[in-house]
């Protein structure tokens, strides 16, 4: 079992702080409340990575809003896109009609996130928007449309706060940069 001491050794450098992101968060809930205003608003989390992001974002939403998940996969286990984008768990509810903003923790070359909207656009939402933590816009092969953006970052493979590298490093607190080495190493 390594400690988290060991666990931090693996990360480079710190991109985004605690104390960066909780203020970001802040002031994105507060922008999606004043434009949902009204609206009953429907969050879908895409898993893993988003949970972390959602739980925090929705604790500044001053709106009444719902929560769904989906599951999707298109990395197996590794750092580059395989471009296949596959549905693990759906949505529980129909959303015809509902004001529906997918929340992401990162988007990178786009590719999955572009595959998730055309399939949600045909269910026939009455909107669908999306809320990003991050974003890498050096990485893009598809455009995607992003109302809204926590952090544009560099073209580095970032942990913690609910991205991972192989499933670990989600619970580390901040955003952090993958040391190279090891990222070039793992499969
Ligand atoms: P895309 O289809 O290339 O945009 O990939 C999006 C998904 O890839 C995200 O939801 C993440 O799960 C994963 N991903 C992309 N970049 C990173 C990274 O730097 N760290 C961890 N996961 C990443
Ligand atoms: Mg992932």
Redesign the pocket.
């Given at each position: 079992m390594s400690s988290q001491a060991e666990l931090e050794r693996l990360i480079s450098e710190t991109l985004i702080d605690e104390e960066r992101l909780s203020r970001r968060i802040a002031e994105l809930g507060e922008e999606i409340s004043a434009d949902y205003a009204g609206h009953d608003l429907l969050l879908v989390g895409?898993l893993?990575?988003?949970v972390f992001f959602m739980s925090d974002l929705m604790r500044h939403l001053t709106i009444p809003c719902e929560i769904d998940f989906m599951a999707i996969s298109?990395?197996a286990g590794a750092?580059e896109?395989s471009?296949v984008?596959r549905i693990l768990k759906d949505l529980d509810m129909n959303i015809e009609g509902r004001d529906v903003l997918v929340v992401?923790?990162?988007?990178?070359?786009?590719?999955?996130?572009?595959?998730l909207m055309r399939n949600l656009e045909s269910r026939e939402p009455a909107s669908l928007e999306i809320c990003a933590l991050?974003t890498?816009p050096e990485?893009?092969?598809i455009d995607?449309p992003v109302r809204y953006v926590g952090f544009e970052?560099p073209n580095?493979?970032?942990?913690g706060y609910g991205?991972?590298?192989d499933e670990k490093y989600r619970n580390l607190p901040y955003v952090g940069v993958?040391d190279p080495e090891l990222e070039a190493n793992l499969p």
């Open positions: 895409v893993k990575g988003a298109s990395y750092t896109s471009g984008v992401e923790d990162i988007i990178d070359s786009g590719l999955t996130l572009s595959y991050l890498k990485r893009r092969e995607v970052i580095r493979f970032v942990v991205l991972d590298f993958l």
